[in-house]
């Protein structure tokens, strides 16, 4: 069945280094691949998406890459603040049920002043 | 534009009981999905309605349930809770289900 792996958390950064956080999927269609953000006491906040291969999907900094051939969509942000400390999720939406969401675990981001 | 409200924000419940959460999606949205999410399970799909109707249901027991109403309001029921019911339950909205979906801030429920 369709699957994310998203890398284990804590990631614990200082101010102004660059972040990367890995996400690998599975799936038997060509899905659409999205990175959510939840801040403590809140919901989910779409950070960003893309739709087919070779997407590049960015906002707030933040830069992910629709890659098909390795199967991933990792997270980027050449410079982390202390706002960006968060959980972030990776998460799929396969065609035939576009509005089924598979998430991955979440990681959760430390950023140090 | 006002986002996804879901209410209430908190729960607190006792075994054996049972519970209505209620979502009111953004205006102009017909999708509604609901997830559970749980430190253990992640987050998890429970169901999606659009025009009143459940197109999809993920696998929990039949103590889970949900109804969408025509103004696309939606609420979810779960009867005879037990403790591993304790969870973040997510309400997320789309137009018609296709377009990346927004969540609202969830209801924490809590049983005791």
Redo the contacts between chains.
Sequence with gaps: GNSVTQMEGPVTLSEEAFLTINCTYTATGYPSLFWYVQYPGEGLQLLLKATKADDKGSNKGFEATYRKETTSFHLEKGSVQVSDSAVYFCALSDPPVPYKYIFGTGTRLKVLA | KAG?T?TPRYLIKTRGQQVTLSCSPISGHR?V?W?QQTPGQ??Q?LF?Y?SETQ??K?NFPGRFSGRQFSNSRSEMNVSTLELGDSALY?C?S?PE??Q???????TRLSIL
């Design positions: 996804v879901q999708s999905s997830y992640g987050l799909f999606e659009f197109r999809n993920g997510l997320a789309s289900g296709s990346p979906q927004h969540f609202g801030d969830g």
